[in-house]
């Protein structure tokens, strides 16, 4: 057999199929993306928050095992001099939450309550006024009779 016959003899098609294999997964691929139907949602009677001039910030209630608490995007109902009623509402179920300010402590140290704006720069108690969003940290307090939390901080989203 000569050189030009045992070229032949060589079995290429691990390489071809590995090629061949790779080009169908990249063309199946770009197919099905260009195949989903445009995504328009003004047409569907939604607005967007592009044409909106408001941002819709999201509403968060994480409360971990120990009692620290977490309320993203809450309502400021009333200021107080020593609290803060805050409301948080999915549909037609409102949350209604006290919040405690200057109430932190460990041991004997009182550790107070921060109050920041929504870029982290201090603020003070008198900058928070109902109407407004804000986010609350601190330890929910399991002895109080409606939900009450000590706040570590308060941050102001406006």
């Known amino acids: 057999m000569n050189a030009y016959a045992a070229s032949f003899a060589r079995p290429m098609v691990p390489w071809l199929f590995i090629g061949a294999s790779a080009a169908f997964c990249v063309l199946s691929f770009s197919f099905f993306l260009f195949s989903l ?8 009677g939604v607005s967007t928050i592009a044409t909106t001039t408001s941002y819709v910030r999201p509403l968060e209630v994480h409360i971990a095992n120990d009692g620290l ?16 009623m805050v409301s948080t509402a999915w549909g037609s179920t409102d949350l209604n939450w006290v919040v405690r300010l ?13 109050f920041i704006d929504r870029h ?4 003070s108690r008198a ?5 407004e969003l804000v986010t ?5 307090d399991a002895t109080a009779q409606e939900p ?3 706040a570590d901080s308060v941050r ?3």
């Open 37 to 44: 139907p445009p995504q328009n949602v003004a047409a569907a």
């Open 69 to 84: 608490i977490l309320l993203r995007s809450a309502h400021v109902v009333a200021v107080n001099t020593d609290t803060i």
């Open 102 to 114: 200057d109430a932190t402590r460990y041991g004997a140290h009182n550790f107070g309550t921060r």
């Open 120 to 123: 982290g720069g201090e603020i």
């Open 127 to 131: 900058d928070i006024h109902a109407g």
């Open 136 to 140: 609350v940290t601190g330890m929910l």
């Open 148 to 150: 009450t939390i000590d």
């Open 156 to 158: 102001s989203l406006k």
